[in-house]
């Protein structure tokens, strides 16, 4: 394996970025450049119902304004050692058929034809409730055998989901030491392949942190269950996983998580309201000043804060 570090931004093009993405984003910048790493940039834009081009072009732009990587979709061909780096484009290719046959042979998969409510149904009538983050677990009485994967070809626009076993997955989070969880009570059975034709974050970021030679994921915390579920795939195509870092969470002075909050600021809209990129930066670097928090949640006129 490379002794490189090798790290990557992420961001998927589902709205523009926050101030929470970019705190990711500088954390994985700062650990790859203190290594003296190459730093990629991987546009997340699988879901064609939720990506807009639009808002692919911002976060480029956006990004680029706090700081820099060495291969990404802008990059020039010369630097385009990894591409691609749409996993739409990715996808296009068919890059990720190769390892959904890998877990049908291997027997880690099964067709899963249902919808939600039909999910949701079999949940209440067997007592299943959500997992660790709230999520419904699918309920283990919609399992099918692995062995009827083998019976597909392809997944076109079949469901197949991940087997979990019954047992804890525990990893070194960089940050956090030893963390772990239950597979099958903590979050269940995960998609790999959606019944719109592509494949499911949890499988496609496996199949491309391989490919492009990750060495360290730094993201944010909400993603610590989606990390189990990873290494569950890492494990199942016999592949060592990379270093993972989860990044604490932007939180409000009242403890709530700014991204999720109704109305929370996006960079643009900070940068619109009279923030410049170095008070970001700065306040950043400080571990986010309570007056950035402030504007965050509530919007404020930067003129009446103190940095
Ligand atoms: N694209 C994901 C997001 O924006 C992050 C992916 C990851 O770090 O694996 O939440």
């Known amino acids: 394996m490379s002794s490189v570090y090798r790290g990557r931004l992420a961001?998927?093009?589902?709205?523009?970025?926050?101030?929470?993405?970019?705190?990711?984003?500088?954390?994985?910048?700062?650990?790859?450049?203190?290594?003296?790493?190459?730093?990629?940039?991987?546009?997340?834009?699988?879901?064609?119902?939720?990506?807009r081009p639009e808002f692919d072009r911002a976060c480029l732009e956006d990004l680029a304004l706090f700081l820099n990587w060495d291969e990404g979709p802008d990059s020039d061909g010369a630097m385009q050692r990894s591409g691609?780096?749409?996993?739409?484009?990715?996808?296009?290719?068919?890059?990720?058929?190769?390892?959904?046959?890998?877990?049908?042979?291997?027997?880690?998969?099964?067709?899963?034809?249902?919808?939600?409510?039909?999910?949701?149904?079999a949940a209440r009538k067997t007592g299943v409730g959500p997992g660790t983050h709230g999520e419904q677990i699918f309920p283990p009485i919609l399992r099918h055998p692995?062995?009827?994967?083998?019976?597909?070809?392809?997944?076109?626009?079949?469901?197949?989901?991940?087997?979990?076993?019954?047992?804890?997955?525990?990893?070194?989070?960089?940050?956090?030491?030893?963390?772990?969880?239950?597979?099958?009570?903590?979050?269940?059975?995960?998609?790999?392949?959606?019944?719109?034709?592509?494949?499911?974050?949890?499988?496609?970021?496996?199949?491309?942190?391989?490919?492009?030679?990750?060495?360290?994921?730094?993201r944010g915390e909400d993603l610590l269950l989606s990390t189990a579920r990873q290494l569950l795939v890492y494990e199942a195509l016999d592949w060592q996983p990379p270093a993972f870092y989860h990044c604490a969470l932007l939180r409000s002075r009242d403890g709530q998580r700014?991204?999720?909050?109704?109305?929370?600021?996006?960079?643009?809209g900070l940068l619109s309201a009279g923030w410049t990129v170095a008070d970001l930066l700065n306040s950043l670097e400080e571990g986010f000043s309570p007056a950035l928090l402030d504007s965050i949640s509530a919007t404020k006129r930067p003129d009446s804060l103190e940095l």
Not at 87 to 109: A, M, N, P, T, V
Not at 151 to 172: C, K, T, Y
């Open 11 to 51: 961001p998927s093009p589902t709205g523009y970025l926050h101030p929470g993405h970019l705190s990711t984003f500088l954390t994985a910048w700062r650990r790859c450049r203190q290594a003296d790493g190459i730093l990629l940039y991987r546009m997340e834009d699988l879901d064609r119902s939720r990506c």
């Open 146 to 218: 692995t062995s009827e994967a083998l019976e597909f070809e392809e997944p076109g626009n079949m469901a197949f989901r991940f087997r979990v076993p019954d047992r804890s997955i525990l990893f070194d989070d960089v940050r956090l030491g030893r963390t772990g969880f239950h597979a099958s009570r903590d979050f269940g059975d995960f998609l790999v392949w959606s019944p719109e034709g592509y494949p499911s974050y949890e499988f496609s970021v496996v199949v491309d942190d391989h490919l492009m030679r990750i060495t360290e994921v730094v």
């Open 258 to 268: 700014l991204s999720k909050r109704k109305g929370s600021t996006t960079l643009r």
């Open 84 to 121: 691609p780096y749409r996993q739409s484009e990715r996808h296009e290719r068919g890059l990720y058929l190769e390892y959904w046959k890998r877990l049908r042979d291997g027997g880690f998969i099964y067709p899963a034809p249902y919808s939600r409510s039909e999910i949701q149904k």
